[in-house]
DNA sequence: CACTTTTTTAGAATCATTATAAACTGCAAA
DNA sequence: TTTGCAGTTTATAATGATTCTAAAAAAGTG
């Protein structure tokens, strides 16, 4: 299993619902964007046992911790997450109510020319709603 | 009251309950930045009597859909407001969980190279995380 | 004033998320 | 391999923001 030394290298321990887990979030080719509600209807379908929603909050939430994942600030009642925490920007289509990657390229650069005292810049983030 | 007509003008009939919510929410010099939570307890200082929590929310969506308010994209529990309704984006202070604008001015002009077919963009929002 | 429509309100309902505490599991040391 | 224990999972309860409901109050209109 490829994913069982990525866990164990950041602490965590490759248990059977975190691995499982892995293969719905990062077995795949695009990244993938995603609520916590629709990430147990995929898990469900892609596995057979049953994994708690108390654990999958817990996972989504530790990867987090470990940079596996990135929360996507948007006005939703859900929380968004993105499996590329590469340094990128997103498309909301307010219609469908999904995100499309917006690469760095795709924006160009962004210069922040104000600065705050005693602060210091950890993201920059750029949500561009689109409409019909 | 400098509140009467404008809520007139938009259709709002302008009642106690919403033109002391404009006083708290309009009547000051810089932008105001809140959620539901924090303009409760405004509310509560500022008038003598009670207003109902699902007058504010009724208020605060009526106020938002009017254009007088904006919703600011971030990742919290509760919903952040803006009275600041021009073009304009935030720093976002994740110790002191405060929000402080950034003029468009201070952020330099945003390209946004990729098209989405049949879709246009309907605006673009900058959060720039602060931390020590 | 009489009547209609909008608004307010308290309280209930909803829904995402977090907390709890007991059972279970991975894993390292004996 | 067995034991012991910290780390995990789990069902369920609790929380907290927001929305809904339906009845009372207020505003606008003639």
Chains 1, 2 share one sequence.
Do not use: W
């Amino acid at each position: 299993m490829k994913y069982i030394e990525k866990l164990r290298n950041s602490g965590l321990r490759p248990t059977k619902q975190r691995l499982q887990i892995c293969e719905v979030l990062f077995n795949r080719d695009k990244t993938f964007h995603f609520t916590i509600n629709e990430l147990e209807q995929r898990i469900k379908k892609h596995t057979d046992n049953k994994i708690s929603l108390a654990t999958i909050y817990n996972t989504i939430h530790a990867f987090e911790k470990k940079g596996y994942l990135k929360q996507i600030p948007i006005n939703s009642n859900q929380t968004y997450f993105d499996t590329n925490v590469t340094d990128h920007h997103h498309f909301y289509d307010l219609k469908d109510e999904k995100l499309i990657d917006l690469e760095k390229s795709d924006v160009g650069p962004i210069n922040i020319l104000r600065k705050i005292d005693g602060k210091k810049i950890k993201s920059v983030e750029v949500l561009v709603k689109l409409e019909d």
